[in-house]
């Protein structure tokens, strides 16, 4: 899609903005917050023709994700449920926990949305389910401290989930025909020796280019994030709410650098396992743009 009909079509989503995003599921005793900021944006079925992706593979990127995590998370003592919304029109995604359920909230309006594309989608999946069982830091919050926080879902949805969601695709064959990212490419490249995991790499750079668009649209910023253009934010104590477009970018681009093995586990109260971390390592570290290491 062109940037002009990218823009089009923003203009006409931004006519159709109706409905606040709310949290549907009436059975709920925790949640976190949602994917993207809270935002009016509804986009019903059959609006647009162009941009987003189909029911189809709305639908195929959360069966893969289902039946890759399903035997883990029962391994937790705990259940899987992903609701999949593609009628709401809701421009969002959460989580929540009730008992031992985790609950994934997948809505059609962000699948349909102009910015979004099969790597996005599976990254805003995977993000939402690094809520659950993406490890330290945590999110302190009214609801308890059993979600991991937005920026280190962010990062296990890159370092760990779509690395495993990606390996069962032909990605030389997705990738060949595509314009990739010259900073993102050079980055696969020297940090992957070997062939599929610079592939990977490369399908996760389109991932985080998607979702960094669709912050950037819903959030109305003038300025593009870019592989190139890092944050030099440094915080003095770890945000646990959404960082900045660019911050967010940046941590994708981190977890798809890092080369601690996919296999690797997380752990709920050391965010150092199964990742990379200073002073140990150098690239693929936690964004400061967010992260302060305790």
Request: hydrophobic fraction near 35%.
């Amino acid at each position: 899609m062109t940037k002009s009909t990218l823009s089009r079509v923003l203009a006409g989503i931004a006519l159709v903005a109706t409905l606040g995003f709310t949290h549907k599921v009436s059975d709920s005793k925790t949640m976190c917050a949602g994917f993207v900021p809270e935002n009016n944006l509804n986009i019903p079925v059959g609006l647009f023709s162009t941009g987003g992706i189909t029911e189809k593979q709305f639908n195929d990127v959360l069966d893969r994700l289902e039946r890759l995590y399903k035997a883990d998370v029962e391994r937790l003592g705990d259940k899987l449920r992903i609701n999949r919304l593609w009628s709401d029109g809701t421009v969002n995604a959460s989580a929540q926990r009730s008992g031992n359920t985790q609950i994934l909230n997948m809505y059609g309006g962000l699948a349909r949305h102009p910015a979004t594309n099969v790597e996005g989608f599976a990254l805003v999946a995977c993000h939402e389910f690094g809520h659950h069982n993406g490890g330290a830091p945590k999110s302190a919050s009214m609801w308890g401290s059993w979600a991991t926080n937005e920026g280190g879902s962010d990062y296990f949805a890159s370092l760990k989930c779509l690395r495993r969601f990606f390996a069962e695709d032909d990605n030389a064959a997705i990738l060949k025909d595509l314009d990739l990212d010259p900073v993102a490419d050079a980055a696969c490249t020297a940090q992957w020796p070997n062939e599929q995991d610079r592939l990977i790499c490369l399908r996760t750079s389109l991932a985080g280019q998607s979702v960094a668009n669709l912050f950037q649209a819903l959030r109305k910023e003038t300025t593009a994030p870019n592989f190139g253009t890092p944050d030099k934010r440094t915080v003095t104590r770890t945000n646990d709410a959404h960082p900045e477009t660019q911050c967010r970018l940046d941590t994708y681009f981190a977890g798809m650098l890092c080369t601690v093995s996919e296999t690797d586990p997380v752990n709920k109260d050391d965010y150092k396992a199964g990742s990379c971390y200073a002073p140990r390592d150098s690239i693929g570290v936690r964004p400061r743009c967010w992260f302060a290491a305790k």
